[in-house]
């Protein structure tokens, strides 16, 4: 596995690849790192459906709304690297920001998202949609990949990402992977080597209160009445919600009556970390 500190490092090889197999299908899973099982759920889908596998390990400062955030994200490289090396990805970019922000973090970059960013995450961490399209545009045009692949826990992100691809014509095609869960149901994230062994109990209210909510959407289609009795119901454990929205697949918008293409979102706090999840609802 090849490890590239630069993106003109980067673009060498990707150069040298496409010179000798035009038809070289590139796939690309963009991190952050503190890798786990479901960044390795990615990295074995782009296996499946692409000759040669990159990812990316970067902490992207422009996403985050909350400097303390940023500080304290886990940052594991080493780990990371041989984790991606045991599961047979090809190629990891770790670049400087520097590199990727040459002109600065605060330099202005304005996407219209249509409200896709006006809701749920977007109303909590302003900013932070910006950041990501950012730093995605930033590393598609880099990498140039075939295909991308990214987590339905982040639901937003992807819609985010799709719309981003879609709007600037890039050309790559998004592959959504499903959330890689603890035994016991709790979605894997980075975040959660941040919480003791009794908060990852704690934190199971989540998975409990979106399992109910797909229990709940066979028998009612009156959203207001199901959001009550999932907060009311998430409110017996002892996380501080954030946001519970049952929302739209397309538009992100709430829906009111309950139907096949909407989603139960929930974000959280377990102590000081925030957690989000989510579940579609069949309707
Ligand atoms: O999902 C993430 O880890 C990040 O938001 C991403 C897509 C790598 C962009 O920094």
Same mark, same amino acid.
């Given at each position: 596995?090849?490890? =590239?500190?630069?993106?003109?490092?980067?673009?060498?090889?990707?150069?040298?690849?496409?010179?000798?197999?035009?038809? &070289?299908?590139?796939? =690309?899973?963009?991190?952050?790192?503190?890798? @786990?099982?479901?960044? #390795?759920?990615?990295?074995?889908?782009?296996?499946?459906?692409? !000759? /040669?596998?990159?990812?990316?390990?970067?902490?992207?400062?422009?996403?985050? +709304?909350?400097?303390?955030?940023?500080?304290?994200?886990?940052?594991?490289?080493?780990?990371? *690297?041989?984790?991606?090396?045991? @599961?047979?990805?090809?190629?990891?970019? #770790?670049?400087?920001?520097?590199?990727?922000?040459? +002109?600065?973090?605060?330099? +202005?970059?304005?996407?219209?998202?249509?409200?896709?960013?006006?809701? #749920?995450?977007?109303? =909590?961490?302003?900013?932070?949609? +910006?950041? &990501?399209?950012?730093?995605?545009?930033?590393?598609?045009?880099?990498?140039?990949?075939?295909?991308?692949?990214?987590?339905?826990? $982040?639901?937003?992100?992807?819609?985010?990402?799709? @719309?981003? /691809?879609?709007?600037?014509?890039?050309?790559?095609?998004?592959?959504?992977? !499903?959330?890689?869960?603890?035994?016991?149901?709790?979605?894997?994230?980075?975040?959660?080597?941040? *919480?003791?062994?009794?908060?990852?109990?704690?934190?199971?209210?989540?998975?409990?209160?979106?399992?109910?909510?797909?229990?709940?959407?066979?028998?009612?289609?009156?959203?207001?009445? /199901?959001?009550?009795?999932?907060?009311?119901?998430?409110?017996?454990?002892?996380?501080?919600?954030?946001?519970?929205?049952?929302?739209? $697949?397309?538009?992100?918008?709430?829906? $009111?009556?309950?139907?096949?293409?909407?989603?139960?979102?929930?974000?959280?706090?377990?102590?000081? &970390?925030?957690?989000?999840?989510?579940?579609?609802?069949?309707?």
């Amino acid at each position: 596995m090849q490890v =590239f500190n630069t993106a003109a490092r980067l673009a060498d090889f990707i150069k040298q690849l496409k010179t000798e197999n035009t038809a &070289v299908k590139i796939g =690309f899973v963009p991190t952050m790192g503190a890798l @786990h099982e479901g960044h #390795m759920k990615l990295i074995k889908q782009a296996k499946a459906n692409a !000759d /040669v596998v990159l990812a990316s390990i970067f902490v992207n400062p422009t996403q985050f +709304n909350d400097p303390k955030d940023l500080e304290r994200y886990p940052r594991t490289p080493q780990a990371d *690297l041989d984790l991606l090396k045991q @599961h047979g990805c090809d190629g990891v970019f #770790m670049p400087a920001v520097a590199d990727i922000y040459p +002109n600065g973090t605060a330099e +202005n970059y304005v996407l219209d998202f249509q409200g896709l960013d006006r809701v #749920m995450e977007g109303a =909590f961490r302003p900013g932070h949609f +910006n950041g &990501v399209a950012q730093v995605v545009e930033r590393f598609f045009r880099i990498v140039n990949p075939d295909l991308a692949f990214f987590g339905r826990k $982040d639901f937003q992100q992807v819609a985010i990402i799709k @719309h981003l /691809v879609r709007v600037k014509h890039l050309p790559v095609e998004i592959v959504v992977v !499903d959330t890689a869960r603890s035994v016991d149901g709790l979605a894997l994230s980075s975040r959660n080597t941040l *919480l003791s062994a009794d908060q990852k109990k704690d934190a199971l209210i989540i998975f409990k209160t979106l399992s109910k909510a797909v229990e709940l959407a066979r028998t009612e289609k009156d959203a207001k009445k /199901v959001k009550e009795q999932l907060i009311s119901f998430f409110n017996t454990g002892s996380l501080r919600l954030e946001y519970l929205e049952i929302a739209d $697949d397309s538009t992100l918008q709430p829906v $009111d009556t309950l139907k096949a293409g909407c989603t139960c979102c929930i974000a959280a706090f377990c102590g000081t &970390v925030r957690l989000i999840d989510n579940m579609p609802l069949n309707g």
